[in-house]
Protein backbone atom coordinates (compact mmCIF):
# COMPACT_ATOMS: atom_id res chain seq x y z
CA UNK A 1 0.00 0.00 0.00
CA UNK A 2 1.34 3.61 -0.82
CA UNK A 3 1.62 6.08 2.12
CA UNK A 4 -0.33 8.77 0.49
CA UNK A 5 -2.71 8.06 -2.45
CA UNK A 6 -4.38 9.66 -5.01
CA UNK A 7 -6.65 9.37 -7.79
CA UNK A 8 -4.07 9.96 -10.83
CA UNK A 9 -6.84 10.86 -12.97
CA UNK A 10 -7.70 13.46 -15.25
CA UNK A 11 -10.49 14.48 -13.43
CA UNK A 12 -12.18 16.64 -15.96
CA UNK A 13 -15.27 19.07 -15.01
CA UNK A 14 -16.75 21.99 -16.90
CA UNK A 15 -15.96 25.46 -16.06
CA UNK A 16 -17.92 26.64 -12.92
CA UNK A 17 -18.36 23.76 -11.44
CA UNK A 18 -17.03 22.56 -8.07
CA UNK A 19 -13.97 19.99 -8.74
CA UNK A 20 -13.19 17.33 -5.83
CA UNK A 21 -9.82 16.08 -5.13
CA UNK A 22 -9.16 13.29 -2.84
CA UNK A 23 -6.26 11.91 -0.88
CA UNK A 24 -6.07 8.67 1.90
CA UNK A 25 -2.97 8.35 3.98
CA UNK A 26 -1.61 5.20 5.75
CA UNK A 27 0.72 6.95 8.79
CA UNK A 28 -2.13 7.73 11.47
CA UNK A 29 0.74 9.68 13.48
CA UNK A 30 0.10 11.95 10.41
CA UNK A 31 0.13 15.81 11.51
CA UNK A 32 -0.16 18.10 8.44
CA UNK A 33 -1.43 17.56 4.72
CA UNK A 34 -0.56 20.45 2.01
CA UNK A 35 -2.00 20.67 -1.22
CA UNK A 36 0.31 21.46 -4.12
CA UNK A 37 -0.63 22.32 -7.74
CA UNK A 38 1.91 21.92 -10.45
CA UNK A 39 1.33 23.37 -13.88
CA UNK A 40 3.09 21.11 -16.87
CA UNK A 41 6.93 21.76 -16.58
CA UNK A 42 6.51 23.88 -14.08
CA UNK A 43 7.64 23.10 -10.25
CA UNK A 44 4.95 22.74 -7.41
CA UNK A 45 3.35 25.67 -5.65
CA UNK A 46 1.70 26.15 -2.46
CA UNK A 47 -2.07 25.71 -2.15
CA UNK A 48 -3.24 25.34 1.36
CA UNK A 49 -1.93 23.14 4.59
CA UNK A 50 -4.22 21.85 6.97
CA UNK A 51 -3.30 20.22 10.56
CA UNK A 52 -7.13 20.02 12.33
CA UNK A 53 -10.02 18.08 11.64
CA UNK A 54 -12.70 19.56 9.41
CA UNK A 55 -12.81 22.46 6.83
CA UNK A 56 -10.08 25.53 5.71
CA UNK A 57 -10.80 27.73 3.11
CA UNK A 58 -8.89 30.54 1.43
CA UNK A 59 -10.59 32.14 -1.28
CA UNK A 60 -12.01 29.47 -4.24
CA UNK A 61 -10.21 26.70 -2.01
CA UNK A 62 -11.34 25.15 0.40
CA UNK A 63 -9.38 21.68 2.38
CA UNK A 64 -10.91 19.02 4.56
CA UNK A 65 -9.06 16.43 7.04
CA UNK A 66 -10.46 13.98 8.57
CA UNK A 67 -7.87 11.81 10.46
CA UNK A 68 -10.29 9.31 11.79
CA UNK A 69 -10.89 8.13 7.84
CA UNK A 70 -7.26 9.44 7.39
CA UNK A 71 -8.73 11.09 4.14
CA UNK A 72 -7.85 14.67 3.13
CA UNK A 73 -9.30 16.31 0.11
CA UNK A 74 -9.36 19.88 -1.85
CA UNK A 75 -12.30 21.44 -3.27
CA UNK A 76 -11.93 24.12 -5.58
CA UNK A 77 -15.18 25.84 -6.37
CA UNK A 78 -16.44 27.91 -9.59
CA UNK A 79 -13.46 26.36 -11.90
CA UNK A 80 -11.55 28.24 -14.20
CA UNK A 81 -9.82 26.98 -17.10
CA UNK A 82 -6.73 27.87 -15.27
CA UNK A 83 -7.24 25.65 -12.23
CA UNK A 84 -6.28 22.99 -14.77
CA UNK A 85 -3.12 21.17 -13.61
CA UNK A 86 -1.70 18.21 -11.48
CA UNK A 87 -2.55 18.35 -7.90
CA UNK A 88 -0.11 17.11 -4.94
CA UNK A 89 -1.32 15.67 -1.68
CA UNK A 90 1.67 15.84 0.56
CA UNK A 91 1.75 14.41 3.87
CA UNK A 92 3.97 15.25 6.85
CA UNK A 93 4.82 12.02 9.33
CA UNK A 94 4.59 11.74 13.12
CA UNK A 95 7.85 13.24 14.74
CA UNK A 96 10.44 15.54 14.16
CA UNK A 97 11.39 15.32 10.95
CA UNK A 98 10.34 17.65 8.29
CA UNK A 99 10.03 15.80 5.66
CA UNK A 100 6.77 15.16 3.42
CA UNK A 101 5.50 12.25 1.27
CA UNK A 102 3.91 13.06 -1.61
CA UNK A 103 1.31 11.43 -3.43
CA UNK A 104 1.44 10.97 -7.43
CA UNK A 105 -1.35 13.90 -8.28
CA UNK A 106 -4.38 13.69 -9.98
CA UNK A 107 -4.42 15.95 -12.92
CA UNK A 108 -7.59 18.09 -13.12
CA UNK A 109 -9.17 19.35 -16.06
CA UNK A 110 -11.48 22.22 -16.38
CA UNK A 111 -13.35 22.93 -19.89
CA UNK A 112 -14.96 25.23 -21.34
CA UNK B 1 12.50 38.34 -4.01
CA UNK B 2 14.46 34.91 -5.46
CA UNK B 3 13.26 32.32 -2.83
CA UNK B 4 14.60 28.92 -4.11
CA UNK B 5 17.39 29.03 -7.02
CA UNK B 6 18.89 25.69 -8.76
CA UNK B 7 21.06 25.72 -11.29
CA UNK B 8 21.36 24.43 -14.18
CA UNK B 9 18.05 24.55 -15.58
CA UNK B 10 18.82 22.09 -18.65
CA UNK B 11 21.60 19.78 -18.71
CA UNK B 12 22.62 16.93 -20.96
CA UNK B 13 25.44 14.59 -19.76
CA UNK B 14 26.85 10.91 -21.08
CA UNK B 15 26.89 7.99 -18.98
CA UNK B 16 29.58 7.78 -16.28
CA UNK B 17 30.16 11.72 -16.07
CA UNK B 18 29.70 13.57 -13.14
CA UNK B 19 28.04 16.69 -12.17
CA UNK B 20 26.76 18.86 -9.23
CA UNK B 21 23.26 20.82 -8.92
CA UNK B 22 23.02 23.83 -7.10
CA UNK B 23 20.55 24.98 -5.00
CA UNK B 24 20.52 28.09 -2.77
CA UNK B 25 17.91 29.99 -0.82
CA UNK B 26 17.37 33.27 0.89
CA UNK B 27 14.86 33.03 3.07
CA UNK B 28 16.69 32.05 5.59
CA UNK B 29 15.00 28.33 5.99
CA UNK B 30 16.78 25.38 8.12
CA UNK B 31 15.63 22.58 6.20
CA UNK B 32 16.49 21.69 2.59
CA UNK B 33 15.20 19.00 0.63
CA UNK B 34 16.38 16.95 -3.13
CA UNK B 35 13.15 15.34 -5.10
CA UNK B 36 13.44 13.75 -8.00
CA UNK B 37 10.29 13.69 -10.51
CA UNK B 38 9.52 11.18 -13.05
CA UNK B 39 6.20 10.54 -14.91
CA UNK B 40 3.96 8.92 -12.67
CA UNK B 41 6.03 8.02 -9.65
CA UNK B 42 5.09 11.43 -8.39
CA UNK B 43 7.99 13.60 -6.29
CA UNK B 44 10.77 11.11 -4.53
CA UNK B 45 12.74 12.28 -1.97
CA UNK B 46 16.30 11.78 -2.59
CA UNK B 47 18.22 13.50 0.65
CA UNK B 48 16.93 16.16 2.83
CA UNK B 49 19.03 18.20 5.55
CA UNK B 50 16.77 18.90 8.77
CA UNK B 51 19.41 21.58 9.89
CA UNK B 52 22.79 23.38 8.39
CA UNK B 53 25.64 19.99 9.37
CA UNK B 54 23.06 17.43 9.18
CA UNK B 55 22.19 15.17 5.63
CA UNK B 56 19.80 12.42 6.15
CA UNK B 57 18.77 10.02 3.09
CA UNK B 58 15.05 10.30 1.86
CA UNK B 59 13.13 7.29 -0.04
CA UNK B 60 15.99 6.89 -3.25
CA UNK B 61 19.51 7.98 -2.30
CA UNK B 62 21.29 5.59 -4.38
CA UNK B 63 24.07 6.95 -7.02
CA UNK B 64 24.00 10.54 -4.96
CA UNK B 65 25.65 12.60 -2.84
CA UNK B 66 24.77 15.83 -1.19
CA UNK B 67 26.74 18.80 0.69
CA UNK B 68 24.59 21.06 3.14
CA UNK B 69 27.44 23.71 2.70
CA UNK B 70 25.89 26.32 4.73
CA UNK B 71 22.54 27.60 5.59
CA UNK B 72 21.58 29.08 2.12
CA UNK B 73 23.38 26.26 -0.22
CA UNK B 74 22.56 22.23 -0.36
CA UNK B 75 24.01 20.59 -3.44
CA UNK B 76 23.40 17.00 -5.16
CA UNK B 77 26.11 15.15 -6.84
CA UNK B 78 25.71 12.62 -9.60
CA UNK B 79 29.38 10.86 -9.24
CA UNK B 80 28.97 8.61 -12.48
CA UNK B 81 25.62 9.45 -13.74
CA UNK B 82 23.48 6.53 -15.16
CA UNK B 83 20.43 6.95 -17.71
CA UNK B 84 18.39 5.63 -14.97
CA UNK B 85 18.78 8.95 -12.93
CA UNK B 86 17.27 10.95 -16.44
CA UNK B 87 14.61 13.03 -14.82
CA UNK B 88 13.16 16.33 -13.75
CA UNK B 89 15.35 17.57 -9.99
CA UNK B 90 13.84 19.65 -7.74
CA UNK B 91 15.49 21.60 -4.62
CA UNK B 92 13.12 22.83 -1.66
CA UNK B 93 13.36 24.39 1.99
CA UNK B 94 11.42 25.03 4.46
CA UNK B 95 11.29 27.01 7.95
CA UNK B 96 11.38 25.80 11.71
CA UNK B 97 7.93 24.15 12.73
CA UNK B 98 5.88 21.01 11.66
CA UNK B 99 3.50 23.09 9.83
CA UNK B 100 5.62 24.45 7.53
CA UNK B 101 5.33 24.95 3.86
CA UNK B 102 7.76 23.78 1.63
CA UNK B 103 9.01 26.41 -1.44
CA UNK B 104 10.07 24.45 -4.42
CA UNK B 105 12.82 26.23 -6.83
CA UNK B 106 12.18 26.17 -10.87
CA UNK B 107 13.76 22.45 -11.51
CA UNK B 108 16.85 21.20 -13.08
CA UNK B 109 15.87 19.09 -16.15
CA UNK B 110 18.48 16.11 -16.35
CA UNK B 111 18.95 13.76 -19.98
CA UNK B 112 21.66 10.80 -19.33
CA UNK B 113 22.59 9.50 -22.68
Known amino acids: QKEVEQNSGPLSVPEGAIASLNCTYS??????FFWYRQYSGKSPELIMF????GDKEDGRFTAQLNKASQYVSLLIRDSQPSDSATYLC????????????FGTGTRLQVTL | NAGVTQTPKFQVLKTGQSMTLQCAQD?????MYWYRQDPGMGLRLIYY???????DKGEVPNGYNVSRLNKREFSLRLESAAPSQTSVYFC????????????FGDGTRLSIL
Open chain 2, 92 to 103: ASSGRGSNQPQH
Open chain 1, 27 to 32: DRGSQS
Open chain 1, 50 to 53: IYSN
Open chain 1, 90 to 101: AVKGGGTASKLT
Open chain 2, 27 to 31: MNHNS
Open chain 2, 49 to 55: SASEGTT
